[in-house]
């Protein structure tokens, strides 16, 4: 039995006979069965762990080597690093993290009551060096048991994978509270086609890339893409972000498994971006790529979410929105234009919006404001 691995940007390509499987794979879970499951989460993963106990999931010894953030990320040699690992299960990645350096102080909560006993009960766990609580991520507030702004690194190991897609966004808005500024959150999940996913047979679909297990909990299948705008859109930087494949090989029973997994970081914003550090950062870059930009991503996004906000205030139609015309000649944005330089007004009309301006040499130029912190931005967009 040998297992290799490799690292890539493009997701898994899928053979004709798995393509097929997954096109007749259509129906999905009733809505009254897809509330139920929402409703039981936290008991269908109590009843995982009572069936399991400790025993399911293998001791995750390999977080310091795939994210050298763990190590190198201190400021001086014997620096004590804060860590809090949303989703700790019974400890799995909690206690070998630990025994390896005792320069850290971790948070750690789980969904489930059960795992929280279960890591409590560990021979390995000490008060005086981490602190274990049950909390829902998508509703309990963390601020409840780890202090604003006092985390060096978020771990998301295998967790978001199990909530809702919906709510997904409210995870990573409640763990930018405890994040310090400049710090990272470290992820890993299951990518899309992961072996697993292409193993769910009919009627376990929830919705698009999002699965049912036989015990009730739940699994989605993340894309890059998917996971850039998830926390893009809720105010992080993406620093990097590619696909783990692993393929599990048995030559003796001609047995291969390919799973897929994907593995991130993403920074919450240092605090002191003023409006010129911005139109430094976006300047000469085409709008396709906008949405990557540092802390102006979750404004991008938020374009889209303010598109009748932005026309009362401004009568102008948002970026990346409908064309407007003028003249008979649609006047939409494509993702060539590029950003050139604009100016820093003291005020701005609305938080985000996007207007396109006629000059009088009849060249079009759109205008994207971004509320800063002191005074807001002026950018323009031109071929």
Known sequence: MASLQRKGLQARILTSEEKEKLKSDQALVSDFKQQKLEQEAQKNWDLFYKRNSINFFKNRHWTTREFEE????????????????????????????????????????????????????????DTERCKVFQCDLTKDDLLDNVPQESVDIVMLIFVLSAIHPDKMHLVLQNIYKVLKPGKSVLF????????????????????????????????????EEFLAQLFVGTGYEEVISEYVFRETVNKKEDLCVPRVFLQSKFRKPPQDLSPATLHHQVC??????????????????????????????LGGDPLGMSPRRRSGKSEALESSDVVTPGCLLPECPAPVCGVRERYPSGVNVVCLWVLAKRGALRLSFSK
Not at 193 to 218: A, C, I, P
Not at 294 to 299: F, I
């Open 70 to 125: 763990l190590k190198s990320s201190r400021e001086f040699e014997g620096q004590k690093l804060t860590i809090l690992e949303a989703g700790c299960g019974v400890g799995n990645c909690l206690f070998p993290l630990l025994e390896e350096d005792f320069n850290i102080f971790a948070y750690a909560c789980d969904f489930s009551p059960r795992a929280v006993e279960y890591v409590k009960q560990n021979p390995l766990y």
């Open 188 to 223: 890993r999940d299951y990518g899309l086609y992961d072996h697993t996913m292409l193993r769910f047979k009919g009627s376990r679909k929830l919705g698009e890339n999002f699965y049912v297990r036989q015990d009730g909990t739940r699994s989605y299948f993340f894309t």
């Open 284 to 313: 000469g870059i085409s709008l396709n790529t906008l949405h990557r930009v540092p802390t102006l991503g979750s404004l991008w996004l938020g374009v889209r979410r303010r598109r009748e906000e932005c026309e009362q205030k």
